[in-house]
């Protein structure tokens, strides 16, 4: 369906002079340990001040154990493979892409009379392979400063940003501060004062490869090893995030603003992901399961601390329910409005479909999350779990079937050691009933980039 044509049934009921400005704070590859207000290592005083004054949720999700897809889920509320992005997108080779029918969080917003500006690692496609592939502008953006992937050869000095479609050429200085700069300058010279926006900051740290000033490394060991850099690069972001809360702050707007922060996916490395099993690029806890922290003076209470599952998914939902938006009408929406757990109204929360992940590198391949439980599953057909994503593969993972099902209570259990499917048959053919329609309607909308086309219908 057009996207325009869905736009025609959504309904704005809030003013513009009544609408909160909307912030999406997002790290790569940060994992469930590692902020402080997450029993972390790292001292990040910033994002503890969010938690401390808005909602921390204890089990929070990215939309998939790598970054591509994450994103994916995170811009549309849906499942990936629903946008057509199955595995981390490499533009100069794979056709794949955010599809353009896909309506985004940013599209949402600009049809609800707001001004949007994304800002970082974008990583879901652009033109600058061998395929055409459509920019932020197409997705909704009024504005952007991005790039492709990881920010190269560093964070420090990057060269590869592209403002609004040109090169920007070689930069100075570390990228978390470098998107922060250009946010804080489209705060001062682009916006429209007495119109809301939104602003989508994307960091590329902790991603590989890292740096951070050895001022800031040397907190947490020898300045030149690899732990410290990598602690040095979170604590680096969480003072960049702390510039645009102070200009927020001092342009007066701080309490006139929901700020949303998470991670893509879970940390590589595994000493950051607490008792939990796995790191990135696996569908075990550890790759998926991130910090999720929610601040909004005024209408979200302070010093909460939830526990309900929730996820990267559920974003869009969630902020047309925070705003009095409906949602685009005419698509499944993956996600669900977690409005009431924000607002501590629990009661009226009621989840539509449990959470659901798919990565073809992943062992399992696939998992669900139903209340206490996860259950998991690993392929019942042939691929490879190479890093790279080969599109020829996809009529296998649209077709294949899965084997080898654990189930697991993560209360119980959040390091997944003990498997429940013997011991707990009702609850896992319940699951795996689920599971598998889950399945079944995500891969019947998943895009068929092994048919040789840059723009799937």
Partial sequence: MNKLICFVSLVIAVS????????????????????????????????????????RFTDFYAGSAVCSPSRATLMTGRHHIRTGVYSWIFDPEQRSHLLEREITLAEVLKQAGYDTAHFGKWHLGLPYGKHKKPTPDV????????????????HHNPTNFYRNGEPVGPLEGYSCQLVVDEAIDWLDTHREINTPFFLNVWFHE???????PDEISQEYGDPKSQPA???????????????????????????DTLIIYASDNGSYRADRVGNLRGRKGSNWQGGIRVPGIFYWPGKIPAGQVASAPAGLVDVLPTICGLLGIDPPKGVHLDGSDISPLLTVNPQNFERH????????????????????????????????????FDEAWISAIKTGSYKNY?????????????????AQPEVLERMKKQ???????????????DLRTDQPQ
């Fill in 353 to 388: 479909q449990p959470l659901f992940w798919h990565l073809q590198k992943s062992r399992p391949v696939v998992a669900i999350r139903d209340g206490d439980y996860s259950l998991v599953a690993e392929p019942d057909y042939p691929l490879s779990t190479d890093n790279m």
């Fill in 435 to 449: 599971l598998l329609a889950i399945n079944r309607s995500i891969m019947a909308d998943g895009a068929r980039w």
């Fill in 229 to 255: 850099i990598y602690s040095g690069t979170i604590d680096n972001t969480d003072r960049a995030i702390a510039r645009l809360l102070a200009k927020l702050k001092k342009i007066g707007i701080e309490d």
């Fill in 16 to 55: 513009a002079q009544a609408a909160p400005n909307v912030v999406m704070l997002l790290s790569d590859d940060l994992g469930w340990k590692d902020i402080g207000s997450y029993g972390g290592p790292v001292k990040t005083p910033a994002l503890d001040e969010l938690a401390q004054k808005g909602i």
């Fill in 139 to 154: 997705h909704g953006f009024d504005s952007w400063f991005a790039t492709e992937n990881n920010a190269l050869p560093t």
């Fill in 206 to 212: 902790p991603h590989q490869k890292i740096a951070a």
């Fill in 406 to 422: 654990q189930l697991h209570n993560l209360k119980d259990d959040p390091s997944q050691e003990n498997d429940l499917a013997t």
